[in-house]
């Protein structure tokens, strides 16, 4: 695996993998253009296209993530943990569950999916 393709911070326990994806966070009906710039099982970090819409985005009330290359019935589901005052920079931990996160980050990159699942501890062997 290429380091600057899949990094691994000692603090997380799942593998991020930097991407370029463009895709719109949708809150209270209303969506924003974004890039996702890392995505893992359970998260994704983005920069909003706008500086001025992060005024217009809630932190207490959940979002949903669509990737432009999906679809919107393709999107994930997640709570605003943070977000980055001048570079509208924001991060989602996903709410939906585990096979949904999955089979969404599975069809929006298959190879890089397959080598994180690849890589991964298997579970079994830690206890």
Request: a positive charge.
């Amino acid at each position: 695996m290429n380091e600057n393709t899949i990094a691994q911070n000692s603090r997380r326990h799942a593998v991020r993998i930097s991407t370029v994806y463009g895709g719109r966070i949708s809150q209270a009906g209303k969506a924003y253009k974004c890039v996702i710039s890392d995505i893992s099982e359970t998260g994704a970090k983005l920069r909003l296209k706008e500086i001025s819409d992060k005024t217009l985005i809630v932190k207490d009330l959940g979002v949903q993530l669509i990737f432009d290359r999906l679809g919107e019935y393709k999107s994930l589901n997640g709570d605003l943990i943070w977000i980055k005052g001048e570079e509208a920079t924001m991060g989602i931990k996903f709410s939906d569950i585990e096979k949904k996160r999955h089979s969404v980050i599975a069809a929006l990159m298959p190879n890089r999916w397959n080598l994180v699942q690849n890589s991964a501890p298997n579970k079994e062997n830690e206890s």
